[in-house]
């Protein structure tokens, strides 16, 4: 993913917080906010997922004209790439967040995707696993690093096996 352009404005925090369930009012409340250090109304941690909807070519996002998996198995009747053609299956295993300072209403930052390391595993059900690691860093409207977030991914070379009693 790289975004060029992600505003960080009070109505997306206020979303965000409510649709993650978190009811901390420093994602509401500027003078709560202030009240507890901080320069006004902050977005939560994991906010910068949201920047997805800033990025024209994320996979998960419709595009007019064009045929879309959608949810579910196969909704549309068409099939998600896997990548690579193998016959396995991947996941997100996991998302790590390192923040220099919290964002701000207010802040635009754009984001930028590197590769991270990568290294495989022999799995008991799964055949070989290839891990991936992508490392996107988003700055905010003066260049200024913000956060890193590091997202893991596996692939498997084959389906899992079921075991005896599943």
């Known amino acids: 993913m790289a975004v060029e352009r992600f505003p960080i404005e009070a109505g997306h925090i206020l979303m965000f917080a409510n649709a993650i369930g978190d009811p901390n009012p420093a994602y ?22 949201a920047s997805a909807h800033f990025d024209p070519d994320y996979i998960l996002r419709p595009k007019l004209g064009e045929p879309w998996f959608g949810s579910g198995r196969e909704a549309t009747g068409v099939a998600p790439s896997t990548g690579g ?9 996991e998302q790590h967040y390192e923040y220099t300072r919290p964002l701000r209403e207010g802040d635009v930052l754009t984001a930028t995707v590197l590769p991270g390391r990568t290294w495989e595993k022999e799995g008991r059900r799964a055949g070989t696993m290839k891990f991936s690691e992508m490392i996107t860093e988003y700055r905010d409207q003066d260049g200024e690093l913000v956060v890193t977030a590091r997202s893991v991914g596996v692939m498997t070379s084959r389906p899992v096996e079921k075991e005896e009693g599943q």
Do not use: C, E, K
Request: positive net charge; proline residues 10%.
């Open 28 to 49: 509401r409340d500027a003078d709560v906010a202030r009240s507890r250090g901080l320069p006004g109304v902050i977005a939560p941690p994991t906010f910068v997922q």
């Open 85 to 93: 053609g193998g016959i396995g299956s991947g996941l997100h295993a």
